[in-house]
Structure formats: structure tokens, C-alpha cells
């Protein structure tokens, strides 16, 4: 959906958007309905009950190892479910735009879960992605992905977060959806994410990436370390940067076989450059505030510059979900002047339960006298 939402934006869907088809939440609803109906179903209600018996719960660990194997012998059963005729139709479909239309005739498979990419939660990067899948491991790939449903990190983020979609939802019948995007692979040189809001502090009107050699997929994992701009959005300025020691990069095997191999770079001057020009991050900057005026609100894109022609491709985006939440009324316009919130209540009550600085006490003091 991520996706399909980027394309709908018109400065964006002609140039900056891969090739990519959905498989839905039909195509995996026969699994789902076939790990309901047999044997599976045990294994299942397992997963689910513990769930919701620990939404609200701080330890959820007294049950770990029973609830774990009981994930591994669902993503097990996973890989071995029989293909409907319609589902292999629809593979055998896609194998052949992978190899007519997909350049270097490679994919990239993601996770397009329901309960992916919300504003209140965040699975990014818990559920498998495939990179480099040859028509001939589309439905390995696929199969790997639509198993990571059931993953048991995916269950205790579930849990953490009080949601019980991803453990499948008993219920109300339907085990929870899943949804796969096939994509063209992009065989980047860089990569890596956008933050159209700063993370680190919830400033709106900063910009913050995170870049290195390669593919994303080391950025994303942290195998590396990035370098990391943040750019002021509203001045149109580079505020500050972060050199990374990128010794390592991803990249896409192009041999038969496909696939992703990991290479090391061994220049010291290449591992402590800039991976970005800085034609390269205004471009970058001013394509993700396009992506965040489209959606209305902070969000985190994943992109790559193509080995080609240095062509800006925007991979995937999803809303930030780790600012910090203030009412829109005191929230200052860009190039007003900040205003400096200052909750005197937790001050007066002595809730905190850290020491005080010294702009907490000189304030805390102007205040109370």
C-alpha cells in the first residue's frame, strides 16, 4: 500500500517509484484458513491466547520457550502449504514480469502486513524481506515472508504493543490478513532512509538521513555505520554531519543465481568519505518533504541512488511512529520562534525519577517563587 500510495503522487510516480505488484491479502488467505482447520490450529490458538492474555503484562517470558516452538512449527508448516491453482497461476504470472519487465531480471519481496507501517506501531524490519529473488525463488521467497508472520519477535512486539492483529486475531475468525509486494530490485549504490522529522529530538522542521555504500539493507539492520545529515528544512540548510565508518557494503549479485553478496571495503579514504554529494541531499531532502506533505504527516521513506545514471528511487515510506506526541496547539510554525514547554505538575509532585539538571532547578525555582 506504501507503494501504490507513492505512485498516486504525480511528481513522484513517473521517476522515482519502482516497478511493483501486490500480492493481497486473498492470495494468503487459503493458508491462513488451512492453519486454522488442522493440526496447526493448536499451535495457533497457542499463539494468540498468549497474546491477549499478556497485552497488558511486563513479563511475558514465563511461557517463552513453549510459545517459541509453537512459532516454529507454524513457520515450518508455512513452508511446505500446498499452492492453490489459482496461486500458482498467479506466481507463474509474476515470474514472467520478473523476467520481461523487471530490469537484471531480479526482485525484491517485502511484507505488506495490516498491522505494518500504522501510526501508532511500527513492524519495519520484523517481517522477512527477500532481495535479489530470481523468478525461479519467488515462491521460496514468498513462502519465507508469509512464515515471518508467525515469528516469535514479531509475537512479543505484538505484545509490547497491545495489539493482538499480528498474532492473527481468533477471535474474530480471520487469522489477520498479510500482503506481499513484488518489486523491481534496485541495484543501488547508495542507500538508505529519509526522516522527514527528527527522531532524535520530534523536530518538525529537521530532516534527518542516514546513508552508506550499497544497499539499505545494512543501514537499516545497523551492520554499518551511517553517515547521518540533519538538514534544516525550512532554512534549506545542513545543519550538521556525521561521517560513518562504512566498512562493509551490500550489493546486488548480478551473476546467475542472484541474491545479495556482502563486500568489504578496505580504502580507509572510501570508508570515511561522504557517501552523499550535496546535489544528492537536497534532492533527497526536498523529495521526502513532498512525501510528507502527501501523507500530512512525519514520515520515514527508504531509498537508493541507482548504479546507472545516480537516479533517486524511493523504495518504501511509513509514518514515524516515535515522536513525541504534542497537541497541535502549541505546536510553533516554521520559522516562529520555539516556545519551551515546562510540565510544573511532575516538577511539584516529585515524580521524576531522575536527577535534575541545572536548567531544571533554575526553572523549577523561577517558577515556584
Not at 513484488?182 to 522529522?197: C, Y
Amino acid at each position: 500500500s506504501s507503494l501504490a500510495k507513492l505512485y498516486t503522487i504525480p511528481s513522484l510516480q513517473q521517476h522515482h517509484v519502482p516497478k511493483s505488484y501486490a500480492l493481497s491479502t486473498a492470495f494468503f488467505q487459503p493458508w491462513l484458513d488451512i492453519l486454522l482447520s488442522n493440526s496447526s490450529n493448536e499451535d495457533y490458538a497457542l499463539i494468540v491466547r498468549h497474546t491477549l492474555e499478556n497485552q497488558n503484562a511486563d513479563n511475558i517470558d514465563s511461557s517463552a520457550s513453549v510459545v517459541q516452538a509453537a512459532c516454529d512449527r507454524l513457520k515450518q508448516t508455512c513452508l511446505t502449504i500446498p499452492l492453490n491453482t489459482s496461486q500458482k497461476q498467479t506466481l507463474d504470472k509474476l515470474s514472467n514480469i520478473i523476467v520481461t519487465e523487471f530490469n537484471h531480471g531480479l526482485a525484491a519481496v517485502r511484507s505488506s502486513g495490516i498491522e505494518e507501517d500504522g501510526t501508532d506501531q511500527s513492524y519495519a524490519g520484523m517481517f522477512e524481506t527477500k532481495l535479489g529473488v530470481t523468478p525461479l525463488k519467488l515462491e521460496w521467497a514468498v513462502r519465507e515472508c508469509f512464515a515471518s508472520k508467525f515469528d516469535y519477535r514479531v509475537l512479543r512486539y505484538a505484545v509490547s504493543s497491545s495489539t493482538s492483529n499480528t498474532a492473527g486475531g481468533v477471535e474474530s475468525g480471520g487469522g489477520g490478513g498479510f500482503a506481499l509486494v513484488v518489486m523491481e530490485m534496485i541495484d543501488s549504490i547508495i542507500a538508505g532512509v529519509a526522516f522527514s522529522a527528527n527522531p532524535l529530538n520530534s523536530d518538525r522542521d529537521e530532516c534527518v538521513i542516514d546513508s552508506s555504500y550499497g544497499l539499505g539493507e545494512s543501514v537499516v539492520d545497523g551492520s554499518v555505520t551511517a553517515d547521518r545529515f540533519i538538514y534544516d528544512k525550512v532554512q534549506n540548510k545542513l545543519v550538521h554531519k556525521i561521517i560513518g565508518s562504512k566498512k562493509v557494503e551490500r550489493r546486488l549479485n548480478l551473476v546467475e543465481g542472484g541474491g545479495v553478496t556482502t563486500n568489504a571495503i578496505d580504502d580507509e579514504d572510501r570508508q570515511n568519505a561522504c557517501s552523499l554529494s550535496e546535489e544528492q541531499l537536497k534532492e533527497l531532502v526536498r523529495l521526502t518533504c513532498i512525501v510528507e506533505e502527501e501523507y500530512g504527516m512525519p514520515m520515514d521513506v527508504e531509498w537508493a541512488y541507482t548504479d546507472s545514471d545516480t537516479h533517486l528511487v524511493l523504495l518504501q515510506s511509513r509514518p514515524i511512529t516515535t515522536l513525541f506526541s504534542i497537541d497541535s496547539k502549541m505546536m510553533t510554525e516554521p520559522t516562529e520562534k520555539r516556545v519551551l514547554y515546562y510540565d510544573f505538575n511532575i516538577a511539584s509532585e516529585a515524580t521524576t525519577t531522575t536527577p535534575f539538571r541545572h536548567m531544571d532547578m533554575a526553572l523549577y525555582c523561577r517558577m515556584s517563587n
